[in-house]
């Protein structure tokens, strides 16, 4: 049974996060997609319309995350969870897509799951070089408890 994910809601003139998230609180998942280059907020290097960490999503620990990658740009970017700024290791065993640092091709997508086992703040960024400098990153806030949300916030 899907829920409704709890949000505080869209900055001014963005998509409601909540569109991009569905939660199955039975059986523990969160689904996500991730639309790189949605439109073009922050000259099409964004999530979701999303970058710069505007976006957070939070997960329970030992929840599964199952998320799709679309790329609706015109160049390569990726969808990955990773520990930090600069890094393309992801922060869990699953956490990317293939070739990360390559990225997917225009116009396509990929999908990838992991477990969220260990609390803490990641990003979820594109990988491939530039784009982080770019600002195309939001934040995965695994928590130690409670109920998955999305919220979006400015971005610095």
């Avoid at 799709?68 to 393309?88: F, K, L, Y």
């Avoid at 939001?138 to 998955?148: K, S």
């Amino acid at each position: 049974m899907l829920a409704a994910v709890a949000a505080a809601g869209a900055l001014s003139g963005k998509p409601d996060p909540r569109r991009f998230v569905a939660v199955d609180a039975r059986a523990r998942t969160v689904a996500l997609t991730l639309v790189a280059g949605y439109d073009q907020e922050n000259n099409g290097f964004n999530f979701d319309g999303y970058g710069r960490g505007e976006l957070l999503i939070a997960v329970p620990v030992g929840w599964r995350v199952r998320v799709t990658c679309e790329n609706h740009s015109g160049g390569r970017h990726s969808c990955d969870v990773v520990p930090g700024p600069m890094t393309a290791t992801p922060a869990f065993r699953g956490a990317s897509v293939p070739d990360p640092v390559l990225g997917l091709n225009p116009g396509s997508k990929a999908t990838f799951s992991f477990v969220a086992s260990r609390a803490g703040s990641y990003r979820l960024a594109s990988v491939v070089p530039g784009d982080e400098e770019a600002r195309l990153w939001d934040v995965l806030e695994v928590t130690r408890g409670g109920a998955p949300s999305v919220s979006a916030r400015p971005g610095p």
